[in-house]
């Protein structure tokens, strides 16, 4: 509810997109993928979407509808981009390797799965 009254407020500021990042870092530990943070967002979308219909004339609800979704699909890539750095991060302090290391590992193994994968596929 915090998180929608500031949105709508428009006083979006750098707390607000900080805020945002710390929202993908702790729902890794609280088990929340990005994948449920996405419905819900679309779903946030929706509601809101219906709101601005009953609110508004029908170009006003637009307008008004397509400035909620645009920042909101930031909101939702900040937050999944969080999310992956965030574990990745973790990663590299978890295993204590460097950020290269780690990539130079990740890209043997994707090139293994990438060519299984097109193994299947012929
Ligand atoms: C619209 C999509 C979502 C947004 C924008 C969002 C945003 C946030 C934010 C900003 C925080 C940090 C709150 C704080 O400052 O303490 C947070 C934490 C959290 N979110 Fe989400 N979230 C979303 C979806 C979900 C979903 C789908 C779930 C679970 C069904 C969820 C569960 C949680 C939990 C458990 C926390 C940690 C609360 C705590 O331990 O303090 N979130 N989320």
Redesign the pocket.
């Known amino acids: 509810m915090q998180?929608y009254i500031l949105l709508t407020s428009g006083l979006i500021d750098d707390d607000f997109w900080q805020?945002?990042w710390?929202?993908g870092l702790?729902?890794i530990p609280?088990g929340?993928r990005n994948a449920?943070?996405m419905?819900?967002?679309s779903r946030?979308q929706q509601l809101f979407g219906q709101h601005c219909l009953r609110t508004f004339d029908a170009d006003q609800a637009l307008v008004v509808y397509n400035a909620f979704k645009r920042v909101t699909d930031v909101?939702?890539g900040l937050?999944a981009e969080s999310y992956f750095q965030s574990y990745i991060e973790a990663v590299e302090r978890a295993t204590a390797q460097t950020k290269e290391s780690l990539d130079r590992r990740v890209d043997i193994a994707i090139a293994e799965m990438v060519a299984k994968a097109q193994g299947v596929r012929l």
Request: hydrophobic share 60%; proline share 0%.
């Open positions: 998180w805020w945002q710390y929202a702790i729902h609280r929340i449920y943070m419905g819900m967002m946030v909101v939702s937050i």
